[in-house]
């Protein structure tokens, strides 16, 4: 029964209590639901701080690299992902900035800077880029093709250039250095990169051949110069090194003998080309002395031209005889001058003869090479007037004046060796007309000296001075005593008889 009333009790009081407990179920709900919540909230937030997700940048390559200045730089990139302890690896990659400042043209330390962003995290890497130069220069060799050194001279540097990617043209930085048969070339770039090259120098095959023109020996006849007959050197690279033969030795060209040349040629390492010549000095051929067989007058006249040589060729030419002048200089001297006379002599068939260009004793005897140069000065006066150099010679004074002992002791035994060694023919005479100072005054005595001297049987060489008018005078009459006597008038040659006197000193 209680049972009952509880029941109707219940039916009110359990609907509340129901009531009450629903309310409590719910309460313990929202507590549990709470309390879930927040353990939720606070595994997510350990998640959260575990996993620590972030960005993470990977370089591609080195975190440095080295690019050659020059040349193309390829930067190999990066990765960026996100990253988390617990989660790992995000399965898409970040999209990444790259700013790179490389300037491959200049050497230096660059960066590379890399940046990736998203979800409001940041990451940044960097890659130290290094441009610089590790390529040596290059050094380029010129070279002909069959260049051999020089005998004489060594090897001459045939060229070479020197070029570096980075610095140019450092041509002018090579430090080349010569050393037996190689030559060394090196130089280094302003980044330290060395290069060193080398040539091996080839050189001609052995020393050069001088070659003399006319031969080892030669024999010439005695003259007052020598000139050597020539040489050449050539090396077998084919260079000429004639202007570098030296030659030694003397040849005295005047004086008979043997006499040695030698020449040669001597390179930087002293080596010596060389060859000698012998060279024999002999006297001049001679000409056979022809005695004319008819009755001969060779008048001779010294120490024109003058004022009347003019009317001496003349009469000459009226008569059609020939003569001899033996010249001086001196015809330059007068009121005018009288050295044209020389020529128109020679062109009118008379001989021309030297009789020295002073005529001066103290000047043309003072010694052998007085004479010669005095001799030859007055040889080129004749070449200018004739065309030809004379063979023909008188001594001043003859062969056997006394008055160069006053000069010059022996020079007349001398100079008659030495001018007949050389092929010259001299003259004295052997009828004088008397013409000279201190003797005779007129023309008569002249002519009558000449018509008393002159022999029927021999070669008659007449002494007269085209300088003194009385001696002109007389050559009509002697030509006419001489035509009436059978005589004829020629010119000496050098075939002629001499007259020789005979050296007194
Ligand atoms: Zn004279």
Redesign the pocket.
């Known amino acids: 029964m209680k049972e009952k009333t509880q029941s109707a009790a219940k039916t009110r009081s359990e609907k509340e209590r129901e009531k009450t407990r629903k309310a409590l179920r719910q309460k313990k709900i929202r507590v549990v639901l709470a309390v879930l919540f927040v353990y939720l909230l606070v595994m997510i937030a350990a998640a959260v701080i575990i996993d620590d997700r972030h960005i993470e940048i990977t370089l591609l390559g080195p975190e440095e690299d080295i690019a050659e200045v020059g040349e193309t730089y390829v930067d190999l990139g990066a990765e960026a992902y996100f990253v988390g302890n617990l989660f790992g690896k995000s399965v898409n990659p970040l999209e990444i900035k790259t700013e790179s400042g490389v300037d491959v043209d200049v050497i230096g330390d660059y960066t590379v800077k890399y940046t990736a962003e998203g979800f409001g995290k940041k990451a940044e890497s960097y890659r130290r880029v290094l441009v610089r130069d590790t390529k040596p220069p290059v050094i380029t060799l010129n070279h002909e093709e069959g260049y051999l050194a020089s005998w004489l001279v060594g090897y001459t540097e045939e060229g070479f250039s020197a070029t570096d990617n980075y610095d140019g043209d450092l041509t002018a930085k090579v430090v080349r250095t010569e050393v037996d048969d190689t030559v060394y070339y090196s130089v280094a770039d302003s980044s330290g990169n060395e290069t060193a090259v080398e040539r091996k120098i080839e050189y001609g095959v052995s020393e050069p051949q001088i070659r003399l023109e006319g031969g080892e020996e030669i024999t010439v006849g005695a003259a007052f110069t020598f000139t050597d007959p020539g040489f050449e050197a050539v090396d077998k690279s084919g260079n000429d090194l004639t202007s570098y033969v030296k030659v030694t030795g003397e040849v005295i060209p005047y004086e008979l003998g043997t006499y040695t040349l030698d020449y040669y040629i001597m390179n930087e390492q002293g080596e010596t080309a060389s060859a000698r010549r012998i060279v024999n000095v002999v006297p001049q051929p001679r000409v056979e002395t022809v005695i004319p067989n008819r009755k001969t007058i060779y008048l001779t006249f ?2 024109g031209p003058g004022p009347y040589t003019a009317q001496l060729l003349d009469v000459l030419a009226r008569y059609g005889a020939k003569a001899t002048f ?1 010249v ?1 200089g001196n015809g330059q001297y007068y009121d005018r001058d009288y050295t044209d006379m020389i020529g128109r002599a020679f062109r009118e068939g008379h001989s021309i003869g030297v ?1 020295t260009l002073t ?1 001066d004793y103290a000047a043309v005897y003072a010694s052998r090479d007085a004479f010669f140069r005095d001799f030859n000065a007055m040889e080129d006066i004749i070449y200018e007037q004739t065309g030809q150099y004379t063979r023909l010679f ?1 001594f ?2 003859g062969s056997s004046n006394t008055v160069s002992r006053n000069y010059c002791s022996g020079i007349m035994s001398s100079l008659v060796n030495y001018m007949t060694n050389m092929g010259y023919v001299y003259f004295d005479w052997n009828v004088d007309s008397g013409d ?1 100072l201190g003797g005779a005054k007129n023309s008569y005595t002249v002519s009558n000296n000449v018509a008393e001297g002159c022999l029927e049987n021999t070669v008659n060489v007449v002494l007269q ?1 085209d300088t003194k008018d009385f001696s002109v005078a007389a050559v009509e009459s002697i030509l006419r005593w001489g035509r009436n006597n059978g005589y004829v008038f020629e010119a000496l040659d050098e075939s002629s008889y001499g007259a020789h006197h005979g050296t007194n000193n």
Do not use: E, L, S, V
């Open positions: 010294d120490d033996f001086t009789h005529h008188r001043p004074g000279a001075h």
